[in-house]
C-alpha cells in the first residue's frame, strides 16, 4: 500500500509543477519519460456549452474535440458528494495552446497538458486514484491525506 502512495503521490506531484522542464512518472521502481505535446490541451469542464467554451478560450469551435462524460466507475468508492458534482462534467482536447492564466470561466474547471506515451495520447486529470491492498488501508490513506493538505 505504502507503495502504491508513493507511486500516486509522485505522479500527482509531477504533473502540478509547471516549472520542471522534464516530465515523467515512475511505475515499478522505474522512471518513465513523458513527452509533452504542446500544440495540444486536456480541458474540464462543467456543463456541455461547446460554442460558450471556444468563445471564452479564444478559440474555434472546431478546435475543440468531441465533449465526453465524465464517468467514475461503480468499482471506485467514492463520496456521495463527488458524485453529484460529476454528473455534468465533461472533458475534452483543445488543438491549441491555452494560457491558463486567461482562462476566465468558471464552467472551465481544469486545463491541462497532454502527453504522448507509448503513442497514445494523454491527459493529465485532476483525480487522483489509490488502489488499495486491504480495504482496512484506507484509514491509512485518510490519515496521510489529512496531514499532507494544502
Do not use: C
Not at 456549452?49 to 465533449?67: F, G, R, T
Not at 463520496?79 to 482562462?103: G, H, M, P, T
Request: hydrophobic letters at 40%; proline letters at 2%; charged letters at 20%.
Amino acid at each position: 500500500m505504502m507503495r502504491s502512495i508513493i507511486f500516486f503521490s509522485l505522479l500527482f506531484l509531477g504533473s502540478i509543477i509547471a516549472h520542471v522542464q522534464e516530465y515523467y512518472y515512475w511505475a515499478n521502481g522505474e522512471k518513465h519519460s513523458l513527452e509533452l505535446y504542446s500544440d495540444k490541451q486536456y480541458i474540464l469542464m462543467q456543463g456541455q456549452n461547446k460554442i460558450a467554451i471556444a468563445q471564452e478560450l479564444e478559440v474555434s469551435e472546431q478546435s475543440i474535440s468531441e465533449l465526453k462524460p465524465i464517468i467514475i466507475s461503480s468499482t471506485i468508492n467514492t463520496d456521495r458528494a463527488s458524485k453529484s458534482l460529476e454528473s455534468d462534467q465533461y472533458w475534452a482536447f483543445v488543438n491549441s495552446s491555452i494560457d491558463k492564466a486567461k482562462v476566465p470561466s468558471s464552467d472551465i474547471i481544469y486545463v491541462a497538458p497532454l502527453f504522448l506515451v507509448n503513442g497514445k495520447e494523454i491527459g493529465l486529470s485532476h483525480y487522483f486514484y489509490v488502489k488499495l491492498k486491504q480495504e482496512k488501508d484506507i484509514e491509512v490513506l485518510k490519515l496521510l491525506a489529512k496531514e499532507n493538505m494544502v
